[in-house]
């Protein structure tokens, strides 16, 4: 790193491990600004970098723009559907994001959500506490994992977790993707409507953005049957919100579990009052100590790329070394 400090446009909350990690840096935190077009028009000649500590807020192509000598944007998440990843990839702006250190925490999400929706432990918890097991057993619960095939829609890092963890309780798993998974020994369908009508249960952990926006629609919800469930733990965007609520309503599919939703923090108060639905407020690798290290990714992502060596986690459209900046 040289002696002039690198200014880095920080976006989101200042979460104390980037901040701190970020020391060697002058930031300018767009969060705290009283006039972010201001504050991003006073440092655009000077910003080389972004780092941004939420996926909530939108990065695109119209603030890139406005940093001429922007040459890395370091995100939190796995998932990076907030960054207009095109525009970055064309002028040559690498994007990282922080895999890896989350699978396994995401993954025993998965599994909690699953065998909380399965088997009802939310609901029987809320029974015990209203007093009515003194008066009545809670009812035996209608589904069990142990006569179904979980079809994983999305075998990544985390998919290939959730499955070990399903292995383990002696589940069988299938998948469907865009391709095969490398090393992957589960039977691969190429349709996800086919795998619909087969398993009993799809769990969604694929991503987000365009390519996958309403992937699972009424007529996978109706492929999947009136015993089917549905785990969702990629984005609210892969599954068509309006068409789950209405599956739901009529019985298409059995019941689901969500851990993300189209507009959050908002969650449609149909879901809400439905017993056959649990609800998670986005929990997926949201413990202390998962969250802690991928902040700290962000921040080695920053200082590998300030040193002169390549970024640890650069993304597969923005690879290092980057491409030639191209103008506009």
């Known amino acids: 790193m040289t002696d002039e400090k690198i200014e880095v446009l920080l976006v989101g909350p200042p979460k104390p491990t980037i901040v701190n990690g970020l020391k060697p840096f002058t930031v300018h935190r767009l969060g705290e600004a009283k006039d972010r077009d201001a504050l991003v028009k006073d440092v655009a000649p000077r910003v080389r970098a972004i780092a941004s500590s939420v996926t909530s807020e939108k990065i695109d192509g119209a603030l890139m723009a406005q940093l001429p000598r922007l040459e890395i944007l370091a995100t939190f998440g796995v998932g990076y559907d907030h960054v207009d990843v095109a525009w970055a990839a064309a002028h ?19 599994l909690g959500l699953l065998l909380c929706t399965v088997r009802e ?12 097991w003194t008066e009545r057993a809670y009812p035996l619960t209608k ?17 290939q977790a959730i499955a070990r963890r399903l292995d383990a309780m002696n589940v069988p798993v299938v998948y469907h993707s865009r391709r095969p998974a490398a090393g992957v020994r589960y ?10 009508r087969d398993a009993s249960i799809l769990l969604v952990i694929t991503p987000g953005g365009p390519e996958t926006r309403n992937l699972i629609n009424a007529e996978v919800l109706q492929a999947l049957g009136p015993d089917g469930i549905l785990i969702n733990m990629a984005r609210g965007s892969v599954v068509d919100e309006e068409a789950l609520i209405k599956a739901l309503k009529a019985k298409t599919i059995m019941g689901a579990g969500l851990d993300v939703y189209v507009r959050e923090p908002e ?18 690798s949201a413990s ?32 290092w070394p980057p491409k030639r900046r191209v103008n506009g």
């Open 92 to 110: 040559g702006v690498t994007v990282t994001n922080t895999p890896q250190v989350l699978t396994e925490e995401v993954a025993d999400t998965a």
């Open 121 to 132: 432990f939310p609901q029987a918890e809320r029974y015990l506490r209203a007093g009515k």
């Open 187 to 196: 039977r691969h369908y190429p349709k996800l409507l086919d795998m619909a």
């Open 288 to 319: 202390v100590y998962t969250r802690t290290q991928m902040d700290q990714l962000v921040v080695d992502n920053l200082l590998a790329w300030a040193d002169g060596k390549p970024p640890l986690t650069p993304v597969p459209e923005t690879p």
């Open 143 to 159: 589904a069990t994992l142990r006569d179904r095939t979980v079809g994983i829609v999305g075998m990544g890092a985390i998919g």
């Open 267 to 284: 969650v449609p108060a149909e879901l809400i009052a439905m017993e056959n639905v649990v609800l998670f407020p986005h929990l997926g």
